[in-house]
């Protein structure tokens, strides 16, 4: 009996946990580094801007000399001319160890703005976030296995037109590299409820509505998304990506989902 | 996204249409959250661990 019931129990067991990742997965996940986003965040902002060709050379020198301590990463700047000067992207790729042709890219920015764009620009959450996170990553990442290659894009001049992206762009289109995803991590981690300001007849509808409007209103294409609230209804992610690809976005939903951080998924509208 | 004008499979992660700070000089680190950014960089860690070695 006292046998019948341990089995009991370990079944039991067993089935309240059938999400959770491998312990190698765990213990990666634990060595992210709370202080090394912060302090990356706190570089970032004494930079002062990231608006102008000086500041932002400067930038990309910082974020190269923080990607080269990691031997398994290649480390170099993409250049290109804008404007009659010449601007910089920093890449690092992590190359696969079985599947090499099959790549990632994980991007985001590291310019900024404001009004005073060549006295004070610190860009905190816009976006020295998406790159202290992608820095830790590739920090992360770098000493671990991966069959697949991972390239990590930082991005100049977003808040100009966005030309580092399209430069960087254009030119991948001419390689015909096997690119199977992108994640862009731009502007994420303020947390705050209320401050929308919203259309009358949008104004009772969910939490859902009013992040799809909005982020209609900003991104102004058609998408799908799904928002993760992290058990806090004020902590939400915004996941989007455009017709016909939804694969990536419910791909990401469904990696996301076993973390322990009690994730729910609210499937947006589809649209367009 | 440049990615998107060009036909890639790729997605935007933020939570930017809540900072009313954006694009101004009070768009500083004290406002930041650090519970949701390590949440963040949790999910977005694992995702590119997961996607690399399937």
């Known amino acids: 009996m006292l046998l019948f019931l341990f089995i009991l129990l370990q079944i039991q067991c067993c089935r309240s946990m059938p999400n959770n990742y491998s312990k190698i997965y765990q213990d990666i996940l634990n060595k992210i580094s709370e202080k090394n986003i912060f302090n990356t965040i706190k570089n970032l902002q004494a930079f002062k801007t990231r608006y102008t060709l000086e500041k932002q050379n400067q930038v990309a020198e910082y974020l190269y000399n923080s990607l080269k301590k990691y031997d398994s990463l290649n480390v170099f700047y993409d250049c290109y001319e804008a404007n009659n000067k010449l601007w910089k992207n920093v890449i690092a790729i992590r190359k696969g160890e079985q599947n090499r042709n099959k790549v990632y890219i994980a991007c985001a920015h590291y310019d900024s703005i404001s009004s005073k764009p060549f006295i004070f620009a610190p860009g905190a959450d816009d976006n020295a976030t998406g790159v202290a996170i992608l820095l830790e990553a590739a920090s992360i990442l770098a000493k671990t296995r991966c069959k697949s290659t991972i390239k990590f894009v930082f991005f100049s001049n977003e808040e100009q037109g966005h030309k580092g992206s399209k430069h960087y762009v254009e030119k991948l289109k001419t390689k015909n590299e096997n690119i199977k995803g992108v994640i862009n991590v731009d502007t994420v981690g303020f947390v705050c409820s209320g401050l929308f300001t919203l259309p009358p007849d949008l104004k009772k509808k969910g939490i859902l509505h009013k992040v799809f409007y909005l982020a209609k209103q900003i991104i102004k294409k058609p998408l799908f998304y799904f928002q993760l609230g992290f058990k806090n209804p004020n902590q939400i992610l915004l996941v989007a990506g455009r017709p016909p690809n939804r694969f990536l976005v419910e791909k990401i939903y469904s990696i996301i989902k076993p973390l322990e951080v009690g994730i729910k998924k609210n499937v947006g509208p589809q649209c367009g | ?54």
């Open chain 2, 1 to 54: 996204m440049s990615f998107w004008e060009k036909d890639y499979n790729a997605v935007f992660i933020t939570s930017f249409y809540k900072n009313p700070f954006i694009h101004t000089p009070k768009d500083t680190i004290d406002k930041l959250n650090r519970e949701f950014l390590l949440k963040v960089a949790r999910a977005i860690t694992l995702t590119l661990l997961v996607l690399a070695n399937e």
